[in-house]
């Protein structure tokens, strides 16, 4: 429907490998990425607002948008611009802390 190649997931992972959610991606027209962090998992990120980022392949970093965090649960997701298949990693950045977490891709 959508020129979609493939679907793909992967953990997100806090320091330590704590597993605090996942990382969902669609390599079509357009592509997408949707993080979802989760209570449920392995640990829990203090509420407040983070910024993903995304990482290219070739080393760009590309500040991506907000991801909102209240009682451990989040998400956010949208369309971007390239494919998913030239991303490296999914980071997710704290103003006071810098990298929180992290997918590898």
């Known amino acids: 429907t959508a020129n979609g190649e493939y679907f793909a997931a992967a953990p997100l992972e806090?320091?330590?490998?704590?597993?605090v959610g996942t990382v969902f991606g669609?390599?079509?027209?357009?592509?997408w990425c949707l993080v979802v962090v989760d209570p449920g998992d392995d640990g829990t990120l203090a509420s407040g607002t983070y910024v993903m980022e995304l990482v290219t392949r070739d080393g760009r970093r590309i500040p991506w948008g907000p991801l909102e965090v209240q009682a451990g649960a989040g998400?956010?997701?949208?369309?971007?611009?390239?494919?998913w298949d030239g991303l490296a990693e999914v980071r997710l950045l704290h103003r006071d802390q810098g990298e929180v977490a992290r997918a590898d891709l």
């Open 26 to 31: 669609y390599q079509g027209d357009p592509s």
């Open 75 to 83: 998400s956010a997701g949208r369309t971007m611009q390239g494919d």
């Open 14 to 19: 806090a320091a330590g490998g704590r597993r």
